[in-house]
């Protein structure tokens, strides 16, 4: 008996510039299984390292699209005055002109209640008890008259001949002066360790009011808004923490790779394992396809183990196991891959089983059935039902 395949032409022939992409590759063809031998067993910690799964689809799309906003940006932690980065916030809407803080909060605020994005809590920060804003302006008032016009006043004194005063006695111009020996004063001391004419220190200061000229040793403290103008006292104040949100490594390394998709080709006869290759790294999408391939149930096994490929591509008929039992130990592996069955023959019952036990799509072997995988395969990940 001959057999023959036909192939289009344009499949076996791929690009000049890499000639050999498709035919120099390790095929690593194993045995038939022999009756009664025992299936490898393969260490669950092979794929301990592997990236955690996170599942995006409870987020609303407007959430989702502020995600992928702010992973695409290098956006990992957004701190309580992240508005007022220029540069940060310039590049975001730049990218999504629409973009407004409080649409952004509204939608960190509901991902950290799902659990998608984490939540923090600053130092305390002083807020207004009115607006809660941050750009606080502190001023000093008398006790007694109330007037804003208070300054403060150092006490000095002079070692060398032991004269203390105010610094307004001191004063002479913008220079300091004894005014009881009238030494000029150059060094400030914490300590005097000799008694250098020229050296003084501060022993202590007190403030004034120039509007009675009453002094006391602390001012009364208030605060006003630069947000709203609001005026108040610190026993009115807000101090507390404010939160900040981060975007934990598994959220951002998904969506930063939301576009990888990982496709595993189980199928023992090299060069039609080849052709659904070349068809898929061919393909014009937005997905950057990594095509791997497996000529054995039991290495497929162990190389999805360790890879949780997104898209498995299985032939049934292997020379070690049937391609149910490989089905069936991927969906336990990862339940949410996408694993398309290959077969020769038009089993309808076959077929059924194979959907049931979580297949995503039984295809027949055909040409025009081949042709369409990469279709195929883009309508699986974007979650949309129909034929291709």
Same mark, same amino acid.
């Given at each position: ?24 590759? #390790?095929?690593? !063809?194993?045995? !038939?299984?022999? !009756? ?12 301990? $390292? ?96 109330? #007037? ?56 202590? #200061? ?130 949410? !891959? ?5 077969? $020769? ?37 974007? $979650? ?5």
């Amino acid at each position: 008996m001959i057999i023959v395949i036909c192939v289009p032409e344009c499949i076996f022939h791929p690009p000049p510039s890499s000639p050999s992409k498709y035919t120099l590759r #390790s095929w690593f !063809a194993q045995p !038939a299984k022999e !009756a009664g031998a025992m299936a490898p067993v393969i260490d669950d910690d092979l794929h301990e $390292g592997a990236q955690k799964k996170v599942d995006l689809s409870i987020l609303s799309e407007p959430e989702l699209n502020s995600l992928i906003l702010l992973v695409d940006n290098g956006v990992r932690i957004i701190e309580p005055n992240f508005f007022k980065d220029s540069k940060a916030v310039k590049e975001l809407k730049m990218a999504s002109p629409s973009l407004n803080e409080h649409t952004l909060l509204t939608h960190l605020k509901s991902m950290s209640g799902k659990g998608i994005i984490d939540v923090d809590t600053t130092d305390p920060v002083l807020q207004c008890p009115q607006c809660r804003g941050q750009d606080i302006r502190i001023h000093f008032s008398c006790q007694k008259c109330g #007037s804003k016009k208070v300054h403060k006043s150092m006490i000095i004194e002079h070692p060398f001949c032991g004269f203390k005063g105010t610094q307004k006695e001191f004063l002479s111009g913008e220079d300091l002066t004894c005014p009881n020996c009238g030494t000029d004063l150059t060094q400030r001391v914490d300590q005097i360790d000799s008694n250098h004419e020229e050296y003084y220190r501060v022993i202590g #200061s007190f403030f004034e009011c120039e509007s009675c000229k009453h002094k006391m040793s602390r001012p009364e403290i208030a605060f006003t808004c630069s947000n709203c103008g609001n005026q108040f006292m610190y026993v009115d104040s807000i101090y507390e923490g404010l939160k900040k949100y981060l975007i934990n490594d598994d959220v951002y390394d998904q969506i930063l790779n939301r576009n990888n998709v990982k496709v595993l080709i189980v199928e023992d006869f090299e060069p039609e394992a080849d052709v659904i290759g070349y068809l898929i790294d061919c393909y014009d999408s937005e997905k950057k396809f990594k095509v791997e391939y497996a000529s054995t149930g039991n290495q497929a096994i162990m190389m999805f183990r360790r890879e949780l490929h997104d898209v498995v591509i299985l032939d049934l008929t292997l020379p070690d196991i049937y391609g149910l039992e490989v089905l069936e130990d991927m969906k336990k592996i990862k339940p949410d !891959a996408h694993i398309v069955i290959l077969t $020769g023959h038009d089993d309808r019952e076959t077929a059924v089983h194979a959907m049931k036990m979580g297949a995503s799509e039984y295809i027949i072997k055909t040409s025009e059935a081949i042709q369409k995988i990469p279709k195929l395969i883009e309508r699986l990940l974007s $979650g949309k039902k129909g034929t291709t």
